[in-house]
Nanobody, 116 residues
């Protein structure tokens, strides 16, 4: 049983910051990758950032230089630090974990709203 629980969302003004957390029910070393996706109203879910078990990271072009994904293996938690937030960042943010090739897990989502 795998459970991912997101937290840290909220309402902020443009230019502000939030840090999202994704707590996993087990040791995160078992996941080949973990990451964050987001879905805005009326739009498809899109990849925001990923980190692999090997330590590499990748980001959507729209968030490069503003968002940082990191992990704390001791806490079985992945974070998304979001700085310089823009109204277009408003979305539900979902945590994702993958065990290749066919095991995909999702959290329930946390709302991020950026006002301006």
């Amino acid at each position: 049983q795998v459970q991912l629980v997101e937290s840290g969302g909220g309402l902020v003004q443009a230019g502000g910051s939030l840090r999202l957390s994704c707590a996993a029910s087990g040791n995160i070393f078992r996941f080949n990758s973990m990451g964050w996706y987001r879905q805005a109203p009326g739009k498809q879910r899109e990849l925001v950032a990923i980190t692999t078990s090997g330590g590499s990271t990748n980001y959507a072009d729209s968030v490069k230089g503003r968002f940082t994904i990191s992990r704390d293996n001791a806490k079985n938690t992945v974070y998304l630090q979001m700085n310089s937030l823009k109204p277009e960042d408003t979305a539900v943010y979902y945590c994702n974990a993958v065990i290749f090739p066919n095991n995909y897990y999702w959290g329930q989502g946390t709302q991020v709203t950026v006002s301006s």
